[in-house]
């Protein structure tokens, strides 16, 4: 059941991501759902789930969507191996811990991928500069994905409907 369930949720982030989102922009800016979908999985699942979900939700923007086949697999196998090692090692139910791993993870995914795609402009041109990726881009992005984790949260089983912050569990 939870795995029909999240292959629905990926397609639907994937959708959402390519259609109403583009036009949700922050700053030219939107959040990548299928990521923060694969870290919230990751988060709450374990490593094996976040990198199996990764990969597979990386595969499907691969294949769907423009650029290199296999550069959203690896950096989405690797987030959700990340968020997992987070969700291994801090309070689970705490939103706040929820919002600053969402935002690592997806720091860590958004280097990952520009450095990929700096190892594949050897090959062919990038149009992309370094002070905007890690200026703006990647961290705007960072920013957008961690605060649609928190209510993307709720709709997986066994994680609490009440979340809140709590200086306590930080």
């Known amino acids: ?95 706040g811990v929820l919002l600053i791993s969402a935002f690592l993870v997806s720091l860590a995914a958004g280097v990952l991928n520009y450095l990929l795609l700096l190892f594949l402009s050897f090959f062919v041109p990038l149009h992309v500069s370094v002070q905007a990726a890690f200026g703006r881009n990647i961290p705007l992005s960072s920013a957008y994905n961690a605060l649609a984790a928190l209510p993307l949260a709720r709709l997986f089983p066994g994680y609490p409907q009440s979340l809140h912050l709590r200086r306590d569990h930080l």
């Open 1 to 95: 059941m939870r795995f029909w369930w999240f292959l629905l949720l990926i397609l639907a982030g994937f959708l959402l991501s390519s259609t109403a989102f583009s036009f949700l922009q922050v700053w030219g800016v939107k959040p990548d759902l299928v990521l923060v979908l694969v870290i919230i999985n990751g988060f709450l699942y374990g490593p094996r789930e976040g990198a199996l979900w990764g990969f597979a939700g990386g595969i499907l923007q691969d294949f769907l969507g423009a650029g290199y086949l296999g550069m959203h697999a690896l950096t989405g196998m690797a987030a959700g191996w990340l968020a997992a090692v987070a969700g291994t090692r801090f309070y689970r139910d705490n939103a």
